[in-house]
């Protein structure tokens, strides 16, 4: 009875491998929307921080703790975005800003988009707003940080302009490293000179 169950066990354990590589060969399941269906909004209050949370938690290696999101959505609720398909919520981006040894910057903390909606330019679009809110605000520049490893988000940043600025050995508790990547903003254009100067 014992070999029979083990050598069953052992069966099943095999048929649950071949499923779950299977699963992985199937190519990824994608919503069906129209890009003016999804909805961007700032954040919002209270009822948005599980939304964020879950997205966050589910996709990004690095653990946070509520009170990691609450100081970013607490103090600049204006700099974080939703993006959402019909009442669900499908992606975020989680920002901040402040003095940085001389410069007012900006720092991207958080983006996700969930499986079945990317590669429809909703990350873009939640970081464009972002990084439209922090160059209006004075910021001179916007960092993050990315595993290296992380070819969608790299490619990502390069496309929207942003340089690799550093790499940063063993930056994450999972032992990757990160490249900090870092996006200038253009000088404001040089005041004309005022016609009575200008002889
Ligand atoms: C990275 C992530 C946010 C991208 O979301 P998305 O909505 O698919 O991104 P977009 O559709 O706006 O992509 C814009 C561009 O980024 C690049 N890009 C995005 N994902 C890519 C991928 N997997 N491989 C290569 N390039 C990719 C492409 O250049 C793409 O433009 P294209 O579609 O015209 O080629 C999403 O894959 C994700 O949530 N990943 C897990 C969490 C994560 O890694 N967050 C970033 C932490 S720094």
Known sequence: MLLFSSSSSRKETQRTRAREREMEAMP???????EAEIKYVSYGGEHHLPLIMNLVDQELSEPYSIFTYRYFVYLWPQLSFLAFHKG????????????HRNTFRGY????????????RGIATELVT???RMMMESGCEE???????????????YG???FIRAKRLFHYYLNGVDAFRLKLLFPP????????SLDT
């Open 28 to 34: 990824e399941e994608k919503a069906e929307f129209e």
């Open 129 to 131: 707003r972002s990084i």
């Open 159 to 161: 496309r929207l302009g």
């Open 108 to 119: 991207i903390a958080m983006l996700v988009v969930i499986k079945p909606y990317r590669g």
């Open 142 to 156: 916007v960092t993050l940080e990315a595993e290296v490893t992380n070819k969608g988000a790299l490619a990502l």
């Open 88 to 99: 669900k919520c499908v992606g975020t981006v989680v920002c901040k800003m402040g003095e």
């Open 188 to 195: 404001p254009p040089r005041q004309e000179l005022s016609p």
